[in-house]
């Protein structure tokens, strides 16, 4: 049983940003900190990336582990009512991202997937950070040649 009202529920639901979240933020900043400068929610490529860079063909999508579904994280438990609206939603979001990422990928971008989970690891994060910024770096090389 939800110990939300269903106004007050309704009220939370709709405060949450789909731009500009905290995770998002993390990212930009690192990316900014190395010098990696990008384009944010870009209207012309499929599903408005949250990060883009049209120069490498590089995409960066940071996903909540809630509304995506992250596999195996403790942040993807489903609402206990409304349970087929839920499934229906949930389902929409995960083929939509597998949708987006496919024509991404056919019109030659890497895409990065980043779960708001891993920005918690700093690891982790740093890792992934650290593989944006090999492949930048491996294509660079690759127009000097």
């Given at each position: 049983m939800d110990i939300l009202s269903k106004n007050d529920r309704k009220i939370r639901m709709t405060s949450i940003r789909s731009k500009n979240?905290?995770?998002?933020?993390?990212?930009?900043?690192?990316?900014?900190?190395?010098?990696?400068r990008y384009r944010l929610n870009n209207k012309r490529l499929p599903g408005r990336p949250?990060?883009?860079?049209?120069?490498?063909?590089?995409?960066?999508?940071?996903?909540?582990?809630?509304?995506?579904?992250?596999q195996n994280c403790p942040k993807t438990q489903s609402p206990i009512t409304n349970k087929k609206f839920w499934e229906k939603?949930?389902?929409?979001?995960?083929?939509?991202?597998?949708m987006n990422e496919k024509k991404l990928k056919d019109i030659g971008y890497k895409v990065f997937i980043i779960w708001e989970c891993e920005i918690l690891k700093n690891k982790i994060l740093n890792h992934k950070v650290q593989?944006?910024?090999?492949?930048?770096?491996?294509?660079?090389?690759?127009?000097?040649?």
């Open positions: 979240t905290m995770p998002e933020l993390v990212i930009r900043r690192l990316l900014f900190k190395n010098k990696i949250d990060i883009s860079i049209k120069k490498y063909k590089l995409i960066v999508d940071i996903r909540g582990c809630f509304w995506h579904r992250h939603k949930f389902n929409n979001n995960i083929n939509r991202d597998k593989e944006i910024i090999r492949y930048i770096q491996s294509e660079k090389s690759k127009s000097f040649n």
